[in-house]
């Protein structure tokens, strides 16, 4: 991975956990790094400091992704961050219609994504989200039905009004189209988050 260093006291803010880099931040770069490529960010003593994706012609001109070393930044990568952040607002109690992605907020700089009932709203506001778009879609368990490992087992409570009924036959219909064989089964009196003890025990022994 390409690298870029920063300058002599220009690094303070982003080790403090900021995302943004500025072009006058930027003391040294890798020759060839192109538009939206992902690199490492390492300070004047070149400590490391974090993953970003870089555009030359943006005044902002990296920001930060993660903050681990050797972090694969791939479809899995922002599948599991955007599922972290639908767990975080559905824990806090928005279920309906809210702003899922926030951007830097959720650590997915220049992403917003708004749900308004079964529906998304997507907006890309950097050159890497904007050429990345189809991953971000991609992130939909329906993209990769036919990768799924069988067996399966599909639970639903049928008062969920978070994921509704609706979804879940999507999906059958693609695990259906992709050969895959599975059970599935209803709870009718459970919501998004299974309250009854006998619907666990149940559900456990179906596993």
């Not at 928005?94 to 709203?121: A, M, W």
């Not at 506001?125 to 879609?137: A, G, H, I, S, V």
Request: contains cysteine; aromatic residues 14%.
């Amino acid at each position: 991975m390409k690298k870029i260093i920063l300058g002599r006291g220009k690094g303070y803010r982003v080790e403090n956990g900021h995302p943004w880099i500025f072009n006058n931040e930027i003391d040294k770069t890798d020759e060839g790094i192109l538009p939206a490529e992902i690199v490492e960010v390492y300070n004047f003593k070149n400590v490391f400091i974090g993953n970003a994706y870089y555009n030359h012609k943006s005044q902002i001109t990296a920001r930060i992704i993660s903050r681990k070393r050797n972090e694969v930044i791939d479809k899995n990568f922002f599948r599991e961050r955007i599922i972290s952040c639908k767990n975080y607002r559905e824990r806090i109690g928005y279920k309906e219609n809210y702003r899922l992605v926030f951007g830097e907020g959720d650590f997915l700089p220049g992403l917003v994504i708004d749900k308004f009932g079964d529906y998304f709203v997507m907006q890309t506001l950097t050159l890497f989200m904007d050429e990345n778009k189809k991953m971000m879609l991609d992130c939909s368990a329906l993209t990769y039905a036919q990768d799924l490992q069988v067996p399966l087992l599909l639970i639903h409570g049928l008062m969920d009004d978070n994921v509704h009924f609706q979804q879940l036959t999507i999906m059958m219909q693609k695990l259906i189209d992709n050969k895959k064989e599975f059970e599935v089964m209803f709870y009718p009196k459970e919501n998004h988050s299974f309250r009854f003890q006998n619907s666990w025990l149940d559900e456990h022994k179906r596993m």
